[in-house]
């Protein structure tokens, strides 16, 4: 590693004596004082990849309808536009939408999110042939990278970039540069492909030698345009290959002015793009881990707070039109289609992660578990396509992108999703075991000679059973959350036999014994009804039972409604009607769910809702499909 008087020297090279003082002493230390990567050591942290596979159920079966569509896709159709750019003969038919070779933000699905999603799907499945697919799409990156000579990857010119120095429109080119990146990272990190790791390099470092001779001024300008997680990715890279270059790169992707708020703990969130800002703290989270600096830390947590508690709907996601409209706790007015812009539940996720690594807080993984349930299941429809807004007002329906034309930016985060849902299940400290979602599935853990097979049907069974596998007698500790939604009745039983203590709902039960072979953990959490209010609106409520939101059924509607599936680059379907009236439930002021809801099978979810003049089925959100549905309702006693 260098001294510091040459990391100074480093510092003043490529951001420039403006920038540090802009960055702050804090951000500076972190810079240089770099060489322990991972300085946050004791975390608790997600299993190795490959060490969990799901079971046979709803997530399974998902997670295969998701690897047939990637399937579906072609490495020379993925490479088109990176080859156009490079200046290499290609015949391929290009794909549509937002992968246009018109289209501005092309290459952030071939090129990044199709890396992540075969990535993810090689590790937690054991796809080879999407293994196979992302290796031979990183040899025709790295051959484009090769032609271009500069380091420079994209499939749009640099052309872009310049128009960012000059203030000229222009979409957003990091925003792009870093999902490729990203892509490309998770080659390396989940399939062991080293020549994507050179590629990486290679990019990160054209962006220092882009960036630094640009004053600080002029950089926070170009900032404004929305640019994803380059100080994540470029942090990540720093961690992987120990070089602390990237870690003061990363720094130039900082805005001070949007992260002093939130470090003094003040909410001015109001009026910015949702998805645009949530990755920013996902690379300060990132910041914390590698630097060990706190104040990142203090960001994120407070970031995370002010989000889930303050501008989250019923199913844990965030955004109107894709952004923050209103001032915290005051959602009242904003049902609408385009609530819940997808990609933002994928990264609050991540952040809540990370969070809970830290903190060992139940309330993050139950915050993960809403988001899973009910604003991730369900987004993908039979034909492994997703949604990009998630409608909130009464009347609307789920609409889906086209197989070759679409490609939004929900298109490839929903891809990554459907590849990853084993990689938040178990986590481990030293040799402990967090169960933290419920989930049928088998952790398979070499390293420690432990299998855990997690049986179960859950949410239609209202808890789980943990099947223990042991090379040979171990004391060890398997911490299971005990949802915050749960009852005071939840109970644990180890080989038939209730425990006497029991943790707290919105907690976590550490069992420490020495664990043998045949050992088995019997866990049931009763769930019940409750209703939950619309932020700022008590009138305005919604149903959930366990963590589950459960939606009205309003049947199939008109036969003139606008297609489900969108065959362009447009997020909505065009000529939408409006929203209907919320339905009023057929019950007197501040009744609870149990006088106008009844139960018609707790196995299959199944509830009906008494409402004025007629009656609705209730079923969990992710089980409405092509139904029009409602998920809040009008009280009574208390109107908009």
Known sequence: MATDRSRRSFLKKSIGAASLSLMGPQALV?????????HVTGRIEPMPPGTVRLSAGIFKEQQEINARYLDSLTVDRLLH?????????????????W???????????TGGHFLSAAALAAATQGNDELKNRGNDLVAGMAACQKKIGTGYLSAFPNEEFERLVQGKPVWAPFYTYHKIMAGLLDMVVLTGNTDALKVAEGMADWVGDF????????RMRMLRTEYGGMNEALVNLAALTKKDKYIGIAHLFEQPSFLDPLAARHDELEGLHANTHVPKIIGAARMYEVTGDRRYREIAEYFLEEVTAARNYVIGNTSVDEFWRTPPGQLQGTLAWKNAECCVAYNLMKLERHVFGWTGDAR??????????NCRLGTQNADGLKQYFFPLAAGYWRAYNSPEESFWCC???????????????????????????????????????????????F?????????????????????????????????VKINGQRLDAMSNPGSYLAIRKVWREGDTISVTLPMTLRQEPLAGDEGVNAVLYGPLAFAANLGAGPTDV????IHSGDTSPKNLPGPDPLPEPAASAGASPAEWIEAESGLDLRFTASSKGAKYDLIPMYQIHDQRYALYWQMQNKKA
């Open 459 to 491: 949410p239609s069974e209202q808890g789980t059973t943990l099947k223990i596998k042991a090379s040979g007698p171990a004391a060890r500790a398997i911490h299971i959350r005990i949802p915050g939604w749960t009852t005071k009745s939840a109970e």
């Open 81 to 97: 536009t990176f080859r156009l750019t490079a200046g290499i003969t290609t015949t391929a038919t290009p794909y549509k939408g």
């Open 562 to 565: 606008p297609s489900t599936v």
């Open 411 to 457: 298109t490839g985060t929903g891809a990554e999703e459907f590849a990853k849902f084993a990689d938040t299940i178990y986590f481990r400290r030293g040799s402990d075991v967090y169960v933290n979602q419920f989930l049928a599935s088998t952790l398979d853990w070499k390293d420690e000679g432990l299998t855990i097979e997690q049986a179960t049907q």
């Open 364 to 373: 993050w993984m139950d915050a993960y578990e809403r988001a899973l349930f």
């Open 30 to 38: 972190s810079v240089l004082h770099a060489d322990s990567f991972e």
């Open 99 to 109: 992968e246009d070779p018109s289209c501005e933000l092309r290459g952030h699905f």
């Open 211 to 218: 960036f630094w001779p640009i004053g600080a001024e002029q």
